[in-house]
């Protein structure tokens, strides 16, 4: 495994500690008859923004790597250890360092992913700064989120409330803040994918095509952003 630079705050090391300790749970969510369901939807919203998609790609926060096999992305930078050690044998090629602080020369990737990670760093804009600056001049960005306005984001909320070692240390951001993040460094978005239209629950959901556009409704979305053209004068 390749060791990378990562931001040694106290929120990293929470965020760390609670998947080191509890990764077999998080993998196995993947397994359980909600987690198959509400996977199989996000992934098919991801992929419908990937068709055109060159590599070499990269996932921010790849986690035990189920979207990077699933999606056929090739590297991964996570900052626990013990996630890593299961994205490695999915396959993916992996290295510990923080999202903040990507171990990558300027325009090494062509794609960058960066799914359901976002409301788990400490510094959002960093990540997108750094995802902007290894990202090839025509590359793409892909977001998966879970949207503040959403009432799911509302359920797993919560649930951090209730003591969910997960989503206590989650924090979930608007539509319109994350545009803006994205602005600020030099992205813009270009195509938005919505899905997870049913309630809030803990059952296993039934399939969902992806809807383009963005609805407030929606349980997930999927955003693909570049680099904004430079203003010509």
Not at 93 to 117: K, M, Y
Not at 148 to 157: D, G, I, K, T, V
Request: proline share 5%.
């Amino acid at each position: 495994m390749i060791q990378g630079r990562w931001k040694n705050n106290q929120h990293s090391i929470r965020v760390m500690q609670v998947f080191d300790n509890f990764v077999e749970r998080y993998d196995a969510w993947f397994d359980s008859p909600f987690g198959k369901s509400a996977f199989e939807i996000e992934r098919a919203c991801i992929a419908s923004l990937c068709r055109d998609l060159k590599g070499p790609s990269l996932e921010i926060g790849v986690g035990t790597g189920r979207f990077a096999k699933a999606l056929g992305i090739e590297y991964g930078v996570d900052i626990s250890v013990r996630a890593l050690e299961y994205a490695k044998r999915r396959g993916i090629i992996v290295v510990r360092a923080s999202g903040e602080e990507l171990p990558f020369p300027d325009e090494s990737f062509s794609s960058v992913f960066i799914i359901v990670t976002l409301c788990f760093v400490e510094n959002p804009e960093k990540v997108l700064s750094e995802a902007s600056r290894v990202l090839s001049k025509d590359g793409r960005i892909i977001l998966g989120l879970i949207l503040r306005e959403s009432p799911w984001a509302q359920f797993y909320m919560k649930k951090g409330e209730e003591g969910n070692v997960f989503y206590k240390n989650a924090t979930f951001y608007s539509f319109n803040e994350l545009e803006d993040m994205l602005i600020k460094n030099g992205l813009t978005i270009v195509n938005v994918c919505s899905t997870i239209f049913q309630k809030p629950t803990e059952e296993p959901l039934h399939f969902e095509a992806p809807r383009r556009g963005y609805y407030r409704e929606a349980g997930f979305i999927a955003v693909e952003a570049g680099r904004k053209p430079p203003t010509s004068i």
